[in-house]
């Protein structure tokens, strides 16, 4: 049986099979980059990485598109607070954007395009939707989407037009033909920065949010493509008016009015993911409720590929729940894996070394990474993928076997994992506080233990260890040497 994914538009996992033989087009929405990245964007960054990255692990060359939203209230709002440009806020909060996904292994995609660099695009699928009877300009100057003029509109999220009319409580303003409809063109503000007013035939404005979307996937992979993802926040409203107008701007959409998902020329997307929230106290961490924690204040407590590790170990559709006690765990448990390959003695490591990245085809008939693809297989499971990785690194410690160790490591790198020196993570100074022993600091003790070791003053000797111990530095002698790690 082959890759299984679960399919939030037909609410049911489906065997996966790309439209194009070998090739799978992705695209993934992206931050809007108004501010530093929280751990709930590390989340969605790390799941659909991993997703693209067992794709390529099962054969398939892969396009992976994920956008940057540039162009937003809430970067207009922070760029008048910050008095910067729009343009300066977003450059800069773009290089931490970069700067927080490569720290966590995550592979830069495809392509990134960013929203003000599609302007055109937008303002044409607006017009083919006006032509198309589901939009309409504003005495205000606004363009709207007319939600009920769409008939299909709520088969991602399962909600009728009915259920979403009774729960609105917005009113109708500047001209809204019902509460559903929504935004596609912003008419200019005369108190907002001259710089977020683009010229058009419907007056100086800018894009509504939902549009910026089906433009950069239309404009990068054409229609349909295989997969769509993005966080479950956005399934409803974002995703199901990005179908709304992506499939309502297609030539074919008359032709196939009222389509209801199902595989025809005029679908957007053939699947579509959603990965699930972090929460904190059983809320979902957001800039909205400042229960959020960036990628870069996690960062200076925890490791990298920690992070990545706590990440990776839940289902990416599961809720997950963010406390240091869980990433402490998590550290624990990846430590174990780094102290297995720390076992496999430095000369007889096979020729590909292990402190490199694997280069080389994985024998999938294993019994280990045959029981790993079955769990990957199914919807991206990493947490049974996980526990391979766990039991593999049991026989590695069992046998010391150079071949069992690269083939953990080679598994491991599917998951972005386990590809640094074990060293290097074991030894690993994230989280240090001021006064904690450098790395310098602890090799001269280390030095200094061996020689008061070899003037028989072994006194001196274990008083260094236990003073190296009470610091949280554990040293592990063998015929090698004594190596160590911090606790």
């Not at 960054?45 to 396009?63: C, E, H, N, P």
């Not at 300066?88 to 929203?115: K, Q």
Request: aromatic fraction near 8%.
């Amino acid at each position: 049986m082959g890759l299984r994914i679960y399919n939030t538009l037909k609410r049911g996992v489906e065997e996966f099979t790309p439209l194009s033989e070998g090739h799978v087009q992705m695209y993934v929405c992206g931050m809007t980059v108004y501010d530093y990245c929280h751990l709930g964007h590390a989340r969605s960054m790390i799941a659909f990485d991993v997703v693209q990255r067992w794709l390529k692990a099962s054969g398939y060359k892969v396009t992976y598109v994920r956008n940057i939203t540039d162009i937003d209230d809430k970067i207009i709002r922070r760029a008048v607070e910050n008095k910067e440009s729009i343009r300066e806020l977003t450059n800069r909060m773009i290089v931490a954007l970069h700067e927080d996904s490569d720290a966590l292994g995550i592979e830069a995609p495809s392509a990134e395009p960013r929203a003000t660099d599609y302007i055109p695009q937008m303002l044409s699928m607006i017009d083919t939707l006006k032509e198309n009877g589901l939009a309409y300009q504003t005495p205000s100057g606004d363009v709207n989407f007319a939600v009920r003029k769409f008939k299909g509109y709520g088969k991602l999220s399962g909600k009728s037009l009915d259920e979403l009319h009774a729960g609105e409580r917005v009113a109708v303003l500047d001209g809204k033909e019902d509460p559903l409809d929504f935004v596609l063109w912003k008419s200019a503000k005369t108190d907002e920065p001259e710089e977020v007013k683009w010229a058009s035939h419907y007056g100086a404005g800018r894009p509504g949010w939902h549009i910026e979307c089906s433009a950069m996937s239309l404009a990068e992979l054409g229609m349909p493509i295989d997969i769509h993802g993005g966080g479950a926040d956005l399934q409803f409203p974002h995703h199901e008016n990005e179908i709304a107008q992506s499939e309502g701007a297609s030539p074919n959409y008359h032709n196939h009015i009222g389509s209801d998902g199902s595989d025809d020329q005029n679908q957007f997307a053939k699947f579509w993911m959603h990965n699930g929230f972090i929460n904190v106290d059983n809320e979902k961490m957001s800039k909205s409720l400042g229960n959020f924690f960036t990628i870069r204040d996690v960062l200076k407590v925890y490791d990298p590929e920690t992070v990545r590790f706590f990440v990776v170990r839940s289902h990416y559709r599961s809720p997950l729940n963010y406390s240091n006690v869980h990433l402490d765990d998590a550290k624990g448990a990846l430590k174990r894996l780094y102290t297995a390959l720390s076992l496999v003695p430095a000369h007889s490591r096979p020729i590909q070394d292990l402190t490199t990245p694997p280069n080389v085809a994985i024998d999938w008939l294993n019994p280990f990474a045959a029981r790993f693809k079955s769990a990957m297989d199914e919807d991206f499971a990493t947490p049974e993928a996980v526990s391979v990785l766990f039991e593999l690194a049991g026989e590695v410690n069992r046998t010391q076997s150079p071949e069992l160790a690269r083939l953990l490591k080679n598994l491991g790198a599917v998951l972005g994992l386990l590809q640094r020196s074990p060293n290097e993570f074991l030894q690993s100074d994230a989280g240090s506080k001021e006064g904690d022993l450098s790395a310098e600091k602890i090799q001269a003790l280390i030095d200094a233990r061996a020689l008061a070791k070899k003037n028989k003053d072994f006194a001196a000797a274990d008083k260094i260890r236990a003073d190296l111990a009470a610091q949280n530095i554990i040293l592990k002698d063998s015929p090698q040497g004594t190596q160590w790690e911090r606790g």
